[in-house]
């Protein structure tokens, strides 16, 4: 939590700060992670643990960018306002502008008086003027426009009726796959020789990644869609093309609709002039949703099966009745960090000694212990959206560190989720009634 109290040093940075004080996780993903921190350049600064070094180091670099990020802030403020003037309602302001603001106090320090607004309009100009016809209000008026509705939903009944069914053994694949996460961790630290390599490239040229998106298909998998957190039904039901779309109501990764799926992949692009129109958009979208894993890229594919093979042995809270791990290179990384985090101890106390039931709904607690059961469905999830955005920016990838990069960045996503969650919850927790309710807030 070095993060959190250096944050709380600084004066001036409210607008990118949650209700607590502490930094949005926004301002983490956007901000300091990739433009103040760099824990690739600064690997003393990375990881939910950091040495008192590295806890120097991270502070140092934050204060350094105090008048940076304060100036930041006061950019993200005058561009909510003209925003607003404007009655700009397209995208999520954080994800939009956070960086641009970032770009602007670094090139023009905080904002002018005199010249301020008028460069805060420009820039909103250029982020929402030039997506070139890309919005989520041409998406819906392509999307539910009657006549063209219907030539779509019959593209989705000959696209799924299409699929590949014919299944292959998945044996020779698998232990691939755990050769793979064997040797991932130790592509970013150059501890890898390029057998990894070969093996990540062979299992793309071998349409590994297809045969086990293919077996989600089938209830006869070891592990189906449903119980990898992927769809609320038994298979994965072929997509439909969907009226509305919003993030606060998005499906699971195989229920989404044709229309959630690009909704999503317009409003997380800052440069949506790139993206292919949106007519195009939706074609393609209605092939992914239809092929292995939801996705077209096969190296994609391989890594979302990879990240399937790690999720299910992700033990944040230890074994309880799944049995041993498979005990990959990969997997002892993250549990390692995984069980080392405050959150989990103080999860384990609250609620793991007893069954699903015990723990009151009214604890906000409660869901977070539920995925701290299941950890792979959060994980999963997580890494698919993240593969599908990269999908749909016809983004593949080519080696064993980006693998790597992917899946570990998903891992920290999580555990940095759930610790906001968790900081979030105990804030709000009444007072204890209990010696152990006393307890589980102390750390």
Known sequence: MVLDEVWRELDGVEPLSGPDGGPLSRTVKLILDPLVIRPVQNPACAGPVVSSDGAELLATRLHASADLLRATAAWFTLLKRVRRALRVTEGNPQDLYFQRCFELATTAGPPDPDRGESIAADTLRDVHEYSAGR???????????????????????????????????????????????????????????????????????????????????????????????????????????????????????????????????????????????????????????????????????????????????????????????ADTASSRVINGRWQREAYVLQARRLALSTDDQSLPDTNPLAAIAAELRKPWQPYLRRLWVRLHGRDARELSVHTLDEVWDLLDGVARSVILDHRMRVKQALSVLPLADSTDSSRSRAS
């Not at 869609?225 to 195989?254: I, N, W």
């Not at 092939?287 to 099966?305: F, K, N, Q």
């Open 135 to 325: 919005t989520t209000q041409a998406l819906k008026a392509h999307i539910t426009d009657p006549s063209r509705a219907r030539q779509l939903t019959a593209l989705i009944d000959l696209a799924w009726g299409r699929r590949p069914l014919s299944r292959v053994a998945l044996e020779d694949d698998t232990w691939k796959i755990k050769a793979l996460l064997d040797a991932c961790p130790g592509a970013r630290l150059d501890e890898s020789d390029d057998s990894g390599q070969c093996v990540f490239d062979g299992l793309v040229s071998g349409s590994a990644g297809t045969h086990f998106g293919i077996a989600l298909w089938t209830p006869a998998h070891a592990y189906t869609a449903h119980e990898l957190g992927l769809t609320t039904h038994p298979v994965p039901g072929a997509p439909v093309l969907g009226m509305s779309a919003s993030t606060a109501a998005l499906g699971l990764p195989f229920d989404r609709t044709v229309h959630e799926r690009v909704f999503t992949v317009l409003r997380a692009s800052s440069e949506r002039a790139e993206l292919p129109p949106v007519a195009e958009l939706v074609t393609t979208e209605i092939a992914r949703s239809c092929s292995p894993w939801a996705l077209l890229d096969e190296s994609l594919r391989v890594i979302a099966t990879a990240g399937a093979t790690l999720a299910v042995d992700l033990r944040p809270i230890g074994a309880g009745d799944r049995g041993p791990a």
